[in-house]
């Protein structure tokens, strides 16, 4: 999968990408992230990319013709018109499911504004999608694109140790993960639950499931009208909440 930044900077998303989990898929070749400097198409003299908003308002705006020459640049790359994501509040909100649809490009455009925003008139032409990774108001889009590289990548093959891991994500069937424990056995006088050391798989399977369901309910009870839950669930689901939601 190939990624292609466009951004004033270009620096702040691959110094971020380019160390960890998703630095090391760029070494393997499992992924491709490409930074595209939005000023290297800035058209006049003063290398300026942004002015002043029509009908006044405070802050900067990005200007249309820099953003869309740098567009042009990369559909000229990639030899057909990409996917482009505009990483914006007013966008669609990014959750588990659009990472692995995303996941199903080979390549994929992210857009990221800066000061008040862009030029809405270039928007209109070359933007596929418009996504909000929540509402709060960032100084760039660049954070933003980041996270979507971020959770997309580790869908693409081989980004993670082991794939299954993203398997039992959080989020999968719509209930958030259950509580982890690792060595030691004790630590600060706490026990970790015995059914974990009991080597048994349809217990331990069992608990880690009744822990997802009490966790979501307590957290994210939004999730489970979308989680498919059978009578015992839903009973722990009442007792949890006090309440019947079904
Ligand atoms: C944002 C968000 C976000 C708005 C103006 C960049 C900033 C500035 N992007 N999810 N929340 N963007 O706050 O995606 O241009």
């Not at 292609?4 to 380019?18: A, R």
């Not at 802050?59 to 505009?86: D, F, I, T, W």
């Not at 993960?177 to 056995?185: A, I, M």
Request: contains cysteine; aromatic residues 8%; glycine residues 8%.
């Amino acid at each position: 999968m190939r990624f292609y930044i466009m951004t004033l900077f270009p620096d702040m998303v691959m110094n971020g990408l380019g160390t960890s989990i998703t630095g090391r898929a760029m070494e393997k070749d499992l992924l491709g992230v490409e930074a595209v400097n939005i000023r290297d198409y800035a058209f006049n003299k003063h290398n300026s990319v942004d002015d002043y908003p029509y009908g006044g308002g405070a802050g900067m705006l990005m200007q249309a013709e820099p953003v869309y020459q740098a567009y042009n640049a990369v559909k000229e790359k990639v030899g057909r018109s990409p996917r482009v994501v505009y990483l914006s509040p007013q966008g669609r909100t990014f959750h588990q499911e659009m990472a692995e649809e995303l996941a199903r490009e080979e390549e994929l455009v992210l857009l990221c504004g800066h000061y008040e925003g862009i030029d809405e008139r270039v928007l209109e032409e070359i933007v596929t999608d418009y996504v909000s990774i929540g509402d709060y108001v960032l100084t760039g889009g660049e954070l933003p694109a980041m996270v979507i590289v971020d959770a997309v990548s580790r869908l693409v093959p081989g980004v993670l140790h082991n794939d299954v891991s993203a398997e039992f994500d959080s989020f999968q069937d719509n209930l958030l993960e259950y509580p982890q424990y690792s060595r030691p056995e004790v630590w600060h006088g706490k026990q970790v639950p015995p059914v974990l050391l009991s080597g048994h798989h349809a217990n331990v399977e069992k608990w880690r499931r009744e822990q997802s369901v009490i966790r979501t309910a307590r957290n994210r009870p939004d999730l489970l009208e979308k989680a498919d839950l059978d009578e015992t669930e839903k009973e722990l689901v009442r007792k949890v909440l006090g309440r019947d939601i079904y």
